[in-house]
């Protein structure tokens, strides 16, 4: 018998290969750097982290090293849901609802309390997430760039679980910094929000969905991904080896229901990309 969990992940990801996000009104932004390296997949003793893709780097700060370092799969439900706001308002003031309720189903959150619930969970990383700082260096023989953002300059949270039914409301918001908004604006990667959902038990698997996504917007020819540099993209916090290759194989697998037209062939030496049509049809 197959479990309810994976056949809702099925029911979700035949959706989405039925109805394009655009009509789904799905498309989530994120930051083409944020797509290149990413968050961690687990929380950090450490203030600061960093991941490298090439010749890119990113390092993302706790500011408030008291809260912590945004990690796991919420921060990153949170980036593309608040890129798509700042994208389609052309604003960088952003309202994240009057109503928790109505914020934990965007996501498919419970309504569940307690250290581990979802509520607190939401809370914690959205905290994290807009009391971070990051920079992006790209560096090679000839150049060196770095671009240093704090992500919000101001963020108001909701103080405690209100019901629909309830008149009581907090207008939760964000305002992001003026770099991290422009960086967001200039180099936006267009993903499927209902694809993050469908994935969100998962950091690598969104992370897998996200990098093939911007990857084949510019692939024209087979490329070789050695297993080495994967790890260093993707796995910066596995011990070993053969976890990452594992967790890695899984994730694809599952972003592969999501985005059946993503073309790779796994080998023993790493991950062939082939030229494929983008997640997100071009405008």
């Known amino acids: 018998m197959i479990k309810p969990r994976i056949v809702k992940f099925l029911d979700a990801a035949d959706a989405i290969l039925q109805l394009p996000a655009k009509e789904a009104h799905s498309i989530g932004y994120i930051a083409r750097g944020l797509v290149q390296a990413t968050l961690p997949h687990r929380e950090q003793k450490s203030s600061t982290f960093s991941r490298t893709n090439g010749n890119l780097t990113l390092t993302i700060t706790a500011i408030l090293p008291e809260l912590g370092l945004p990690?796991?799969?919420?921060?990153?439900?949170?980036?593309?849901?608040?890129?798509?706001?700042?994208?389609?308002?052309?604003?960088?003031?952003?309202?994240?609802?009057?109503?928790?309720?109505?914020?934990?189903?965007?996501?498919?959150?419970?309504?569940?309390?307690?250290?581990?619930?979802?509520?607190?969970?939401?809370?914690?990383?959205?905290?994290?997430?807009?009391?971070?700082?990051?920079?992006?260096?790209?560096?090679?023989?000839?150049?060196?760039?770095?671009?240093?953002?704090?992500?919000?300059?101001?963020?108001?949270?909701?103080?405690?679980?209100?019901?629909?039914?309830?008149?009581?409301?907090?207008?939760?918001?964000?305002?992001?910094?003026?770099?991290?908004?422009?960086?967001?604006?200039?180099?936006?990667?267009?993903?499927?929000?209902?694809?993050?959902?469908?994935?969100?038990?998962?950091?690598?698997?969104?992370?897998?969905?996200?990098?093939?996504?911007?990857?084949?917007?510019?692939?024209?020819?087979?490329?070789?991904?050695?297993?080495?540099?994967?790890?260093?993209?993707f796995g910066a916090d596995y011990a070993r080896t053969r976890d990452f290759r594992h967790n890695f194989k899984k994730g694809l697998q599952r972003v592969r229901y999501i985005y059946p037209d993503a073309n790779y062939h796994l080998s023993d030496e790493g991950l062939i990309l082939l030229p494929s049509r983008t997640h997100i049809t071009r405008r």
């Open 71 to 233: 990690y796991g799969t919420i921060p990153r439900l949170l980036l593309a849901w608040v890129g798509r706001e700042a994208v389609i308002t052309n604003s960088r003031h952003i309202f994240l609802g009057d109503k928790l309720s109505v914020f934990l189903k965007n996501f498919e959150l419970l309504r569940s309390g307690g250290p581990r619930g979802d509520i607190t969970r939401l809370k914690d990383q959205t905290a994290r997430l807009f009391s971070s700082a990051m920079s992006i260096r790209y560096c090679n023989d000839t150049e060196s760039h770095s671009k240093n953002l704090i992500v919000a300059d101001e963020y108001s949270l909701w103080t405690g679980f209100v019901d629909d039914s309830s008149e009581n409301t907090w207008n939760a918001s964000v305002t992001l910094s003026q770099t991290f908004f422009e960086e967001l604006i200039e180099y936006p990667v267009p993903l499927d929000l209902r694809a993050y959902v469908a994935l969100k038990t998962s950091p690598m698997a969104i992370d897998i969905y996200s990098w093939l996504s911007y990857r084949y917007s510019y692939l024209r020819k087979s490329t070789k991904i050695p297993w080495k540099l994967l790890e260093i993209q």
